[in-house]
């Protein structure tokens, strides 16, 4: 593991998720790939217009001012473009005026496998076959989609939220749901509730979030007029008995959140367009085509509910 990195939270970022590249991708699968490249050498200064992951990346390096001599978050282009088509994304994230400094380009192949070199905890890319490969190798990515480059300048805050199972837990109970139903789940996890989930995929991304909040709490004990930043929620379509397995898991983990959701079933793009979160992760398609209407989302597409067709479950 690199030294410089051990401590912080270090995000991979396809240039498809941090920008909106509909157009340039439109000449690559009309034109094919001279065209493409012919296309980003043309327009090399013009500015690359905010993707869908644009406003959680800006508030993410944001929290870099808590320590600028040893800043706690790391952003790293990961991209399948070769490093002369990479030249417009790198130009255009320096006039955006994100402080991303490193890329790792990969012409036509998936940069994923760097991922535990640099610590990542977290890959989000517009290319789902990228995303699946990546967990299929068991490694912690997810296919952002939802508005693009929506944003309010003037919002400090950094909301992150979470689906429980097949996100910060295994899918398990998932599967109990698939060949017991609602009402085997719900005796399932009543006779558990007193042991923790296995982690799933995005608990040790949990974790290095859980780092930075706490170096929030620090500085504001050193001023307190120091406004928190990051909040954190999970969304979960659980409700009571189940909720307390969920509950005792997160304990029992060393991480927290700040909100908690048990919904059992009720649409949770409605709790969205309330909550506004800047990004909500969730491992089923069929919640995030509700929660995408309005919020950045991102499919995980971790276990068995996403390796063959399924009803939706009570994740």
């Given at each position: 593991m690199t030294y410089e990195l051990a401590n912080r939270l270090v995000v991979g970022i396809a240039s498809s998720a941090l920008f909106d590249l509909t157009e340039s991708d439109a000449v690559f699968r009309e034109e094919g790939e001279e065209s493409y490249r012919a296309h980003q050498e043309a327009h090399l200064d013009d500015q690359l217009r905010p993707g869908t992951a644009f406003p959680f990346i800006r508030r993410l390096l944001s929290l870099n001012d808590l320590a600028p001599d040893d800043p706690p978050v790391e952003v790293i282009v990961l991209s399948r473009n070769d490093p002369d088509t990479g030249l417009r994304v790198m130009r255009s994230v320096h006039s955006h005026k994100l402080p991303i400094s490193r890329a790792i380009?990969?012409?036509?192949?998936?940069?994923?496998?760097?991922?535990?070199?640099?610590?990542?905890?977290?890959?989000?890319?517009?290319?789902?076959?990228?995303?699946?490969?990546?967990?299929d190798a068991g490694l912690p990515a997810g296919y952002v989609l939802g508005p693009r480059g929506a944003d309010d300048p003037g919002d400090q805050e950094l909301r992150v939220s979470f689906d429980f199972d097949g996100i910060l837990a295994s899918d398990a109970s998932e599967q109990v749901y698939r060949s017991g139903g609602i009402e085997g789940f719900r005796a399932h996890e009543l006779a558990n509730a007193g042991t923790a989930h296995d982690a799933g995929p995005l608990k040790d991304f949990l974790a290095a979030v859980n780092r930075i909040?706490?170096?929030?709490?620090?500085?504001?004990?050193?001023?307190?007029?120091?406004?928190?930043?990051?909040?954190?929620?999970?969304?979960?379509?659980?409700?009571?008995?189940?909720?307390?397995r969920a509950v005792l898991s997160l304990k029992r983990w060393g991480v927290r959140v700040n909100d908690a959701f048990f919904l059992g079933g009720i649409d949770k793009g409605e709790i969205m367009k309330i909550l506004k979160p800047h990004i909500f992760f969730d491992?089923?398609?069929?919640h995030l085509a509700s929660t995408s209407r309005t919020t950045p989302s991102v499919h995980v597409p971790f276990g068995l509910l996403n390796t063959a067709p399924t009803t939706t479950d009570p994740a």
């Open positions: 380009f990969t012409q036509g192949r998936s940069p994923h496998r760097f991922m535990p070199a640099l610590n990542m905890s977290l890959f989000l890319s517009a290319n789902q076959d990228d995303v699946r490969e990546a967990v909040q706490l170096r929030e709490e620090q500085e504001r004990l050193r001023d307190p007029a120091y406004q928190l930043r990051v909040r954190v929620s999970i969304v979960t379509a659980r409700n009571a008995p189940a909720h307390e491992d089923q398609a069929v």
